[in-house]
């Protein structure tokens, strides 16, 4: 449990914040912009996975398939036990596998960003680096209304991010975790 220590709340154990969401919701600027303003670190587990294989997240598809990489991602999951308080921006596919919810409830909190479809396609700049995005609309669209359940199931907080700036959804969800003693 938390305790007060010279006038700051000390966390005990694991304490990791983990941000999911759809490709383009954010994560990982809102991870970046809390840590700066916290001081906390902040990872991010598509980057994490492309050092530990040595290629692109769209390589890793394209070469390996997808299990591999979410059995990758699973690892990554995993050595973050080892870690304390952390913000963690989460790949889009995170919650595809129940294990991988399990293990973020475990050692933290998890933040959904919410928004539309349309809204994350918006921010996205490099689509040909997001292998999940696949060929077509309909595509990305089904694979939206697939884990879209499983974020706001998953989620132990949700942020709306329609119509915000990555600033104010960061301000928005600095408030939140500020309000429940989590930063």
């Not at 990982?28 to 991010?44: H, K």
């Not at 059995?71 to 080892?82: A, C, G, M, P, Y």
Request: glycine share 8%.
């Amino acid at each position: 449990m938390d305790r007060p220590c010279n006038g700051y709340v000390v966390h005990e154990g694991c304490d990791h914040i983990f941000f999911v969401g759809f490709l383009g919701a954010g994560k990982s600027t809102v991870a970046r912009n809390i840590g700066c303003l916290f001081c906390r670190p902040y990872v991010d587990t598509d980057r994490m996975v492309e050092r530990i294989r040595g290629k692109s997240v769209c390589d890793i598809f394209r070469e390996d398939g997808e299990e591999s990489f979410r059995d990758t991602e699973t690892e990554v999951l995993r050595s973050l036990s080892e870690k304390k308080s952390l913000l963690v921006s989460c790949g889009g596919g995170i919650v595809e596998r129940s294990e991988n919810v399990d293990l973020m409830h475990s050692m933290g909190k998890i933040v959904f960003l919410d928004g539309d479809l349309s809204d994350s396609l918006r921010q996205i700049q490099h689509k040909e680096t997001r292998p999940d995005l696949g060929g077509c609309l309909k595509e990305t669209s089904a694979c939206y209304n697939r884990r879209r359940p499983l974020y706001e199931a998953a989620a132990d907080y949700t942020i709306d991010i329609r119509n915000k700036s990555f600033e104010e959804v960061a301000c928005d969800a600095s408030k939140l975790l500020w309000e429940e003693g989590l930063l």
